[in-house]
């Protein structure tokens, strides 16, 4: 009787462990904020692209626009990326269970498959936890003790059904899938600064350009700064060609600039030094604009000479050349430099099979 006793007990024990259970992660702050971010930057990226091509009328700086479409791109990718594995649903069942992770598919899995478990201390910036790494014949699930309330009981069943193993880090097939056409994309896309780097360059005379004379009447000057809001030149408008910026740089002059606005004060009238090449091409346009005229800065014009209507008072310390726009064979080399970091990302995903 006493054995009879102890055999229904323990089918009871063991019953009531394989008892359904449901665990759903528990959408802590960290969740919420990642998701919003990678959202929010996803969406700014598109919308920067979209809003640089429709608001620099006539020719989009496409030079500007592919720079930070791959590089808000790419961010996203990896974004995205870090939130791909996170276990989001757990259900134990009486002889199997189901997972789901984020951004796939709730699967269930015979505990017959579960090949061994893990559990480790891990961290990042804003917390510490535990973490059960289940391994399967096919899969893997990761969960923490930060997004599972009855983390405890989660340890102690999968330890009954399979044996402690050494931590390794592991992908599904499905996921090592999605991580190579997540890095074919971020490769594509790297491609597009690479294409304007060769399209827009054009070859230019190692002489100093020609400068010539530009009289026009001053309608709006603006001082602009740099990131540390330090005073870095002005951006000038002029009535007669209003459809530009006309920029003087503050390093291009040995003498102070500070003082350029008072000019404009006392005399409306304003005589700017500028290449013959922006004034044959973008003011009288007697010569047809380049590609990278186009799209490269069309709207803005670099000062070299500033004065008043008696002429050019001060000019650039620094002799000026004609503008190639890009650099390609530099924008090449860093475009291989990348593709190298992508095949040891290739490399690393091909090694994490199950």
Known sequence: MLLLFLNVTTM???????????????????????????LLFGLATIAAVIGGIRAQA??????????????????????????????????????????????????????????????????????????????????????????????DELVAYFSSVSPAVRYRPVLSPAEQRLAQWFLIGALLVGTGPVWFGFAAHQSVSKQPARLVNLVGYVFDIRQTSNRNNAFTGYDLTLVNYPDFTFHVRKTSFSDS???????????????????????????????????????????????????????????????AYDDPHTKPYIRLAVFMLYGIVIWSFWLAVDRQTI
């Open 257 to 319: 600039l500070r003082t350029v606005p008072d000019w404009f004060t006392t005399s409306g009238t304003t005589t700017l030094l500028i290449r013959e090449h922006d004034f044959l091409t973008k003011i009288n346009r007697k010569q047809s604009l380049t590609f990278g005229d186009k799209y490269d800065g069309y709207q803005t014009i670099t000062v070299f000479g500033i004065g008043d209507r008696s002429g050019v008072r001060l000019r650039a310390n620094q002799p």
């Open 58 to 151: 006539p020719y989009p700086n496409l030079n500007v626009i592919t720079i930070v479409g791959t590089g808000g791109t790419v961010l996203t990718l990896m974004f995205t990326w870090s939130q791909v594995g996170q276990t989001a649903f757990i259900q134990l069942l009486p002889d199997s269970f189901v997972g789901r992770k984020r951004w796939q598919r709730a699967a269930e899995h015979p505990y017959t498959s579960v090949t061994g478990h893990n559990v480790r201390l891990n961290f990042d910036r804003n917390q510490h936890w535990t973490e059960l790494t289940v391994y399967l014949t096919d899969d893997w699930f990761a969960l923490r003790s930060v997004d599972f309330p009855n983390f």
């Open 12 to 38: 009871q024990s063991a019953y009531s462990l394989r008892q359904p259970a449901v665990q759903t992660v528990k959408r802590t702050w960290p969740f919420w904020f990642h998701l919003g971010f990678t």
